[in-house]
C-alpha cells in the first residue's frame, strides 16, 4: 500500500479468527516510507539492477558512437537553399574542381576525333582497278564484257581499245599499276563520309584535324595518320564529292580515256571509307584529362565557403567537405579525444536521466531486464535511422528525424502510458536533434508531433484511433513545418521560386511522417503486444466479444458463472474509472476470472439449480482442493486459449491469499464434534488446538494482487458473491458490507504489493457502494386489491403499493 497523506502513518487492527485455539492475533500494517539509504540498499542489491547497468553502457557506446559519427558529416546537399554562413575554420589547400574540370574538358575538347578506315572498301575499290586491264586483255570485243562491269566502270569503245594495249604493254601495265596504288593512297588520306559523319567530323571539338587510323594498333597495318578535317569528303554532296573525285584522279596520273573509267569506278555505289570510332575517341580524351594536374587552391581562415541564401552547387559542397575533413584533423589529440568522450558523456546523462524516470515513475518496464533492453534497443534503432538516412540523403532530414521520433511516441504509448511516452520521446528528441546538430525549430517539429499523438492514445479500442492520430498529426507537423521554414529561410537575395522548393518538400515531408509512423504503428501492433507483453484496446475489445469460444464455452457450461462474470465486470469497470486505473483491462478481467469453475461447475453455488449440494458429501479438505482448483485451472486454460498475459495475473490473483472461510469454519466445527464432551472453549484452554486444522491450509496459494485492476477485481468479485447472503440489501447494508470486506482484505494484507492507496482504497469502495446499490435497487410490487364494495366504472382506485425490498 502506498502512502496517502490524509491516512495516519500506521493502522492496528484485531484479527477475527484464532488459530489453534491461541489468542487473537494482532495484525499492524505500517505505511511509512523507506529511508533512502534503504531504497539505495534494495537497489543495489536487486538483480535488474546489472542488467541496467548493461543496457545503458550498451546504449551509451552504440548511440555515442552514432553520434560522433554523424557530427563530422555535412548534412546539406546540392541544390538547397543555404540556411546559414559557412566560413573556413582552417586554412588548408584543396583541389579547384571546377578549374580542374574545365582544363580536363578542354583537353577533350582538343583530341581529334577518331575515324577507322572501312579496309574492305578501300581493297575493293584498289582490286577493281587493278585488274581491270587485264580483265579486258582476255575479251576481243566490249560486246563480249559482262554488263555487270561495263556498267560499273562506264567503259566505251575507246576506254576499252585503250585497256586492252595498256593489258599488252608491261610498261603500259606497270603505269597502271602505280596509278592506281597513287589513288588508293590518296583515297586513304581523303576520307569519304556519309553526311552524318562529315558534319560532325567538321564541328566537333576544338581541335582542326581528325585521325584516321587502320585496323587495330597491334596488327600493325599501317600507322594513324591525322589530316585536317577540311580534307573530308562528303559523299552525300554530289557536287563537292564530284569535283574532289576529278582532282584525285588526276593527281594520280590518269588522262584520256580512261580517267572516265576511273571516276565512273569511284561514283558507282559510292560507299563511306571511314566511320567515327566513338569509343576510341572517348578513350583518348578521358586519357587525356587523366593526363591534366589537379588545380590547388589556398583556402585562408574565415574565406567564405557558402553564404545564407546561397543555392548550394557542387564545387561548395566538395569545398565544405574538405573544410571538416581538415577541421578535424586540427588541435592537439588529447582536446579532439576530450571532445569526442564528451559526446558519450552527454549521451550518458541523458540515458541516466530517463533510466531514473523509468525507475521511478515506471517500474514496469525497470522490475523487467527483457522490457529494459527492448526500450533502449528501440531508441537506438531510432537514433541509427535518423542519422543514416539524413547522411545518405540530407534532403530527406525532416522524414528521416521526425518519423522515427514520433514511431517511438506511439508505441511507448501503447504499451505502457502517455507520461512515459511524453518521457521517452523527449528524451530521444534530444538525442537525435543532438546528432544532426538541428535547430530549435526541428527539435519543436519532432516535441509537437510525438506530443500530439500521444494526447491522441489515451485509449486505443479500434483502428480508427491510430488512423485519426496519424492525419491529425500529419495536418499539425505540415503547418508547423511551413512556420519553422518560414523563420529559417532568408527573406532577401532568394527567389520566391527557390524558396518555395524548400518550404513545400519541408512541409510534405513532415506530413508524410505522421502518416508514416502510424500506419508502421498499424502495422506492427501484434508484435508489440508479443514483445512488450501487453494487451491493446483492440485486442480487449474483441476479447469482450460474448462471442469469443471460451466465454461461449463459459455461458454453456457455467451460466451461474457467467452471469456472476458479468456482474463483477459492471461493478469493477466503475471503479476502476473513479480512480483512473484502465477500465477496458478491468471488465474483461473480470469476464476471464473464473473460466477455471468450467471443469467442475457443479461444485461452485452459482450454477446449482437448487438440488444437492455437492460438498455435503465431501469432507472440507476435499471440498478445498475442489474450490481453490478453480484458480489453477483457469491460468492453465489462459495459456491453453492464447490469451494475453495481462489476463493471467486477474485468473491467479483474484482471490490473493485470501482464506476459504466457510470450509475453514466446517472443518474446526468437525475437528470440534470429534471431542463432544468439551466444548471448543475448553478445547482451547485445555491447550489441545493442534487438533484443530492450520488457517494457512485453508488459503489460497495466491499471489496477492500486483496491480491496482487486479486488486479492484478481488474486492468486487467478494462484494457481489457476499451482497447475495443479504435479506435487504438496503444501500446502507450494502455500503457497511463493502467497508467491511475491504478493510478484511486491507488488514489481512491483500493489497501490500498493488501500490493501492488509502484515497483510492475509499474512492473504489464509494463506487462499487453505488453500482452495486444501483443493481439490488427496491422495487415496486403490485398486491391483489381486497374485497370492496362495487364502484361504479367511472371510478378507478389506485393499485395497494408497497417497497419489496427483496426483490
Excluded at 4 to 31: A, E, F, W, Y
Aim: charge should be neutral; glycine fraction near 6%; hydrophobic fraction near 40%.
Amino acid at each position: 500500500m502506498a502512502k496517502d497523506p490524509s491516512k495516519p502513518s500506521s493502522k492496528t487492527s484485531l484479527k477475527g479468527g484464532t488459530r489453534n485455539g491461541s489468542t487473537p492475533r494482532r495484525s499492524t500494517v505500517r505505511i511509512a516510507n523507506r529511508p533512502i539509504r534503504q531504497q539505495l540498499a534494495d537497489l543495489i542489491a536487486s538483480p535488474n539492477l546489472f542488467w541496467g547497468i548493461v543496457a545503458l553502457l550498451g546504449f551509451v557506446l552504440i548511440v555515442g558512437s552514432i553520434t560522433n559519427w554523424t557530427r563530422g558529416q555535412l548534412l546539406v546537399s546540392v541544390g538547397q537553399v543555404m540556411q546559414d554562413t559557412k566560413i573556413s575554420r582552417v586554412e588548408f589547400n584543396t583541389e579547384d574542381i571546377q578549374q580542374t574540370q574545365m582544363r580536363q574538358q578542354a583537353a577533350r575538347l582538343n583530341v581529334p576525333r577518331i575515324h577507322s578506315a572501312d579496309l574492305p572498301v578501300l581493297e575493293e575499290i584498289r582490286a577493281s582497278l587493278v585488274n581491270l586491264p587485264r580483265t579486258l586483255g582476255g575479251v576481243a570485243s566490249l560486246d563480249e564484257v559482262d554488263r555487270d562491269i561495263r556498267v560499273r566502270f562506264g567503259l566505251s569503245e575507246e576506254s576499252f581499245a585503250t585497256l586492252r594495249e595498256t593489258a599488252a604493254q608491261d610498261a603500259s601495265l606497270k603505269l597502271w599499276s602505280d596509278q592506281v596504288n597513287t589513288l588508293d593512297e590518296i583515297l586513304r588520306r581523303r576520307p569519304l563520309l556519309d553526311r552524318q559523319t562529315w558534319q560532325r567530323a567538321t564541328q566537333e571539338g576544338l581541335n582542326t584535324q581528325i585521325e584516321l587510323r587502320f585496323g587495330p594498333a597491334e596488327e600493325n597495318i599501317q600507322p594513324p595518320a591525322r589530316i585536317s578535317r577540311d580534307d573530308a569528303i562528303n559523299i552525300d554532296n554530289a557536287d563537292q564529292f564530284k569535283a574532289e573525285i576529278e582532282r584525285m584522279v588526276r593527281i594520280a596520273g590518269f588522262a584520256g580515256p580512261v580517267d572516265a573509267v576511273v571516276l565512273n569506278r569511284l561514283s558507282f555505289e559510292t560507299r563511306p571509307t571511314f566511320t567515327f570510332d566513338e569509343s576510341a575517341t572517348a578513350a583518348t580524351q578521358e586519357a587525356l584529362a587523366q593526363r591534366i594536374q589537379p588545380v590547388r587552391r589556398a583556402i585562408t581562415v574565415g574565406q567564405r565557403i557558402f553564404a545564407r541564401g546561397d543555392v548550394l552547387e557542387q564545387t561548395s559542397y566538395e569545398l565544405a567537405k574538405t573544410e571538416i575533413e581538415q577541421f578535424s584533423k586540427q588541435g592537439s589529440m588529447a582536446r579532439r579525444v576530450l571532445k569526442f568522450l564528451s559526446v558519450y558523456g552527454m549521451v550518458a546523462m541523458l540515458g541516466i536521466i530517463l533510466a531514473g524516470y523509468i525507475y521511478i515513475y515506471c517500474p514496469k518496464i525497470a522490475k523487467r531486464p527483457a522490457r529494459t533492453g527492448w526500450l533502449t534497443g528501440m531508441i537506438t534503432a531510432c537514433v541509427f535511422s535518423a542519422c543514416a538516412l539524413s547522411v545518405f540523403d540530407p534532403r530527406l532530414i525532416w522524414l528521416a528525424s521526425i518519423t522515427p521520433v514520433v514511431l517511438v511516441a506511439v508505441l511507448v504509448c501503447i504499451a505502457y502510458d502517455q507520461r512515459t511516452a511524453l518521457a521517452v520521446c523527449g528524451i530521444t528528441a534530444i538525442l537525435v536533434g543532438l546528432a544532426l546538430k538541428m535547430h530549435t525549430g526541428m527539435f519543436v517539429l519532432m516535441l509537437v508531433g510525438s506530443a500530439g499523438a500521444i494526447a491522441q492514445l489515451k485509449e486505443i479500442r479500434d483502428r480508427r484511433t491510430i488512423i485519426r492520430m496519424s492525419l491529425v498529426i500529419a495536418g499539425v507537423l505540415t503547418l508547423v513545418a511551413i512556420f519553422d521554414q518560414l523563420i529559417v529561410l532568408p527573406t532577401v537575395g532568394v527567389g520566391g521560386s527557390e524558396i518555395l522548393r524548400p518550404l513545400i518538400g519541408a512541409s510534405a515531408q513532415a506530413g508524410i511522417s505522421g502518416l508514416l509512423a502510424g500506419g508502421i504503428a498499424l502495422f506492427i501492433l501484434p508484435f508489440i503486444e508479443k514483445i512488450f507483453d501487453i494487451s491493446t484496446g483492440m485486442t480487449l475489445i474483441e476479447l469482450r466479444d460474448p462471442k469469443e469460444p471460451l466465454l461461449r464455452e463459459l455461458q454453456q457450461r457455467a451460466p451461474g458463472t457467467y452471469n456472476h462474470s458479468l456482474n463483477v465486470a459492471s461493478i469493477a469497470e466503475s471503479a476502476a474509472e473513479s480512480i483512473g486505473a484502465d477500465a477496458l483491462l478491468t471488465y474483461v478481467g473480470c469476464l476471464y476470472h473464473d473460466i477455471g469453475k468450467m471443469n467442475k461447475p457443479d461444485y461452485f453455488i452459482e450454477n446449482q439449480s437448487g438440488g444437492p449440494n455437492k460438498h455435503d458429501k465431501l469432507n472440507p479438505a476435499m471440498s478445498l482442493l475442489v474450490i481453490v482448483g478453480h484458480v489453477k485451472d483457469g491460468v492453465e486454460m489462459a495459456r491453453e486459449n492464447g490469451l494475453p498475459k495481462s489476463l493471467h495475473h486477474f485468473i491467479d490473483a483474484h482471490h490473493g491469499t485470501t482464506l476459504v472461510e466457510y470450509f475453514y469454519r466446517r472443518a474446526k466445527e468437525l475437528a470440534a464434534q470429534s471431542d463432544e464432551d468439551r466444548t471448543p472453549e475448553q478445547i482451547i484452554a485445555d491447550n489441545d488446538g493442534d487438533q484443530f486444522p492450520d488457517e494457512v491450509d485453508y488459503r489460497y496459494p495466491g499471489p496477492k494482487p500486483q496491480t491496482k485492476e487486479v486488486a479492484i477485481v478481488m474486492l468486487s468479485d467478494a462484494v457481489e458473491s457476499a451482497t447475495r447472503t443479504l435479506t435487504e440489501p438496503t444501500p446502507a447494508r450494502i455500503d457497511a458490507l463493502v467497508r467491511s470486506l475491504a478493510n478484511k482484505r486491507l488488514m489481512d494484507g491483500q493489497f501490500d504489493e498493488c501500490n493501492l492507496n488509502f484515497r483510492e482504497l475509499k474512492t473504489i469502495c464509494d463506487s462499487i457502494s453505488k453500482t452495486v446499490a444501483s443493481i439490488y435497487h427496491g422495487r415496486i410490487r403490485y398486491s391483489a386489491e381486497p374485497d370492496e364494495p362495487k364502484r361504479s366504472s367511472n371510478t378507478k382506485t389506485p393499485p395497494n403499493i408497497q417497497t419489496d425490498k427483496s426483490a
